[in-house]
């Protein structure tokens, strides 16, 4: 008996001009057949899963209309185009998605040619495809470049940098805005508001195309009268229809919304605007996790759910053990707050993701989601610290890169009672360099007036809060990884540590071990096999990188001729780098190895994988403590 074809279409599309090849009658089981497609791959191989599902009539329709990779297709962020890297040549590989050497987690056109430009960070597809087109139109070419930005990524102050700046260059830049009223969390803000009411007239769109094409042929309308035009055209439209469009008032005509799952009507609205000039919109409505109802109704949950069984729908989920570092900052902050009504939780579209949901449910009018849009969250946090209140911020360590001048110029330059978590420091994982928190450490110690702290436990991140709260403290920065930690008994009592002040956890004569953060606690058994092997290891915690402290520095670099540091963070800049410029500038000569994140983009992988890569695996950090022997 013939073995069942369970993708007819799809197993014969090995790149969009086998998708053209097809009937448009053909397309819906297509659609069909690429949603299952990526639900029977992420259920055993477990990504960005609901956004995927809801951008697949989307994404069949972009390479039917346009001739991809001549045409460019920018992705915001990138958790929506699975559909995308399997239609493009990737299908049989896509189940290496996520892992060491296999397909990165998002686009990247070191990988295809059909990856237009990097995703990973949010609001960036507007401003990049913009510049795509400008540079087509410099160079002479007929290209077509379409960004694809959903609402959430609207929030990002960078997209109106981007629609600001699209009548101030001759562009044909399409953008297509996907309008789920979801970003990872519930999409927050008025735009959310603006563009579920949206609308406009089809008719009235295309009577304006003809008279503008009229004028232009006569030579009456030139480039900076029809902008000019344009925007008159929309205020008028504005009185007309009662309302007012904000991507017109840009200079960017709009059309929509329209159904985004009708990949028929996707594929001949794009077809009728495809050759339009001029900067264009195209607004569209689609349910994230379309076609798989568990998804459907719980988008967040379902964002990036881990493994699931096909059959029933349920996640399978890992229970008991230690919890995860940002389930006890969650719990931790709620109990700080019922003890301290100044308390406050900021942020940028993650309370789930860092469990201030937990704030959220016991004090909803002191948490504050300000959708993705990180210097506001650090600015808006400022505001909030000078007028008295003493707010949690908690941002990822990547993201945290988009609030740094903020963070300079608003907090540390006034000395502000503020308290940064930076969840995700460190390896992150299957997520990739777009999201490794490999350099905050680095970023953060240059700046004057912050405490940096990282705990080695769940204990000592609670302990780190507590201190954090304490008058007069200023700008406390606390850094932990994503994922569990090693404790089951965490809940312990609540007690400020002196800050600026390391630990000795272990006495030892050869070698000064000097570690930041819970990679300090997972090396435990390193140095245990070290002694077995005839090596005296000192072990030192130095919970501060700044103020780092000089007492532990000096004792270690009079006592020891060998030392070894570590930090999940980039070798240069950090903990490490801190250790040499004490010991040049205090006329100690030990040899220093100082390990952690190279200086390099580390690729994706499970994070044992990634630590392995970068030479801070067990079996690394123990080579480099017995090598004293070989000095």
């Not at 997520?431 to 953060?444: C, N, R, V």
Request: charged share 25%; proline share 5%; with cysteine.
């Amino acid at each position: 008996m013939e073995k069942e074809v369970k993708y007819p279409l799809l197993e014969n599309i090995n790149s969009p001009a086998d998708l053209r090849r097809l009937s448009e009658k053909q397309l819906p089981q297509v659609c069909k057949e690429l949603r299952g497609f990526i639900i029977d791959s992420l259920a055993n191989n477990p990504g960005h899963f609901a956004s995927s599902l809801g951008s697949v009539e989307l994404t069949v329709a972009l390479h039917y209309v346009f001739a991809t990779p001549e045409d460019k297709i920018v992705w915001d962020v990138g958790h929506q185009a699975y559909g995308h890297k399997i239609l493009t040549g990737r299908r049989d590989r896509f189940h290496t998605n996520r892992k060491l050497g296999g397909i990165k987690p998002f686009p990247a056109p070191e990988e295809s040619e059909y990856d237009s430009f990097i995703a990973g960070h949010a609001s960036t597809s507007i401003s990049a495809a913009l510049g795509l087109s400008v540079s087509a139109k410099l160079e002479g070419k007929d290209q077509h470049v379409i960004a694809v930005i959903g609402d959430g990524s609207m929030s990002g102050g960078l997209a109106y940098e981007g629609l600001n700046n699209l009548s101030n260059s001759q562009n044909n830049l399409l953008i297509i805005l996907n309008d789920n009223n979801m970003s990872i969390d519930k999409s927050v803000g008025g735009m959310s508001q603006l563009l579920v009411s949206m609308h406009s007239s089809k008719i009235y769109n295309k009577v304006r195309y003809a008279i503008a094409k009229g004028l232009k042929k006569v030579g009456i309308l030139n480039e900076r009268r029809a902008n000019a035009v344009i925007r008159f055209n929309n205020g008028l439209k504005a009185i007309l229809f009662r309302k007012h469009n904000f991507f017109e008032g840009m200079s960017a005509r709009y059309f929509g919304p329209i159904n985004g799952h009708d990949v028929l009507e996707l594929v001949r609205m794009l077809r009728s605007i495809k050759d339009m000039k001029g900067p264009r919109m195209l607004h569209i409505h689609t349910t994230k996790g379309k076609g798989w109802e568990p998804a459907e109704k719980n988008a967040t949950e379902w964002h990036q759910p881990g493994i699931f069984d096909i059959e029933t729908g349920e996640r399978i989920v890992s229970a008991g053990g230690s919890p995860r570092f940002q389930d006890v900052f969650g719990e931790t902050l709620v109990e700080l707050a019922k003890q301290d009504k100044r308390i406050v939780g900021i942020t940028p579209a993650m309370p789930t993701g860092c469990s201030m949901n937990l704030l959220l449910k016991e004090f909803p009018e002191r948490f504050f989601d300000v959708g993705i849009a990180e210097g506001h969250a650090v600015t808006f946090s400022a505001g909030l610290a000078k007028g008295g209140a003493l707010p949690f911020c908690n941002i990822y360590s990547s993201f945290m890169q988009r609030g740094y001048d903020n963070l300079i110029h608003d907090v540390a330059l006034q000395k502000l009672n503020f308290v940064l978590c930076l969840d995700r420091a460190g390896i992150v994982g299957e997520d990739g360099p777009t999201h490794h928190g490999a350099f905050d450490l680095a970023y953060l110690r240059p700046v004057p007036n912050i405490t940096i702290s990282s705990p080695y436990d769940e204990c000592e991140l609670r302990r780190l809060m507590y201190t954090a709260v304490q008058p007069d403290m200023g700008t406390f920065v606390i850094r932990y990884p994503r994922g569990k930690g090693s404790l089951v008994d965490w809940r312990c009592p609540l007690e400020t540590v002196e800050v600026g002040k390391g630990r000795l956890m272990r006495e030892g004569s050869d070698v000064a071990f000097l570690t930041l953060g819970p990679l300090g606690k997972v090396m435990e058994s390193v140095i245990d096999e070290a002694e077995k092997q005839g090596v005296s290891v000192a072990h030192y915690d130095m919970r501060f990188l700044k103020p780092i402290d000089t007492d532990i520095l000096r004792q270690v670099g009079e006592k020891f001729r060998y030392i070894v540091t570590l930090e999940d963070g980039c070798v240069t800049g950090g903990l490490g780098s801190a250790v040499v410029e004490y010991m040049s500038e205090k006329g100690y000569n030990p040899t220093i190895k100082v390990m952690g994140i190279p200086d390099k983009f580390v690729e994706h992988g499970t994070p044992e994988e990634l630590y392995r890569v970068c030479g801070m695996d067990k079996d690394s950090v123990l080579n480099a403590i017995l090598n004293f022997k070989n000095l």
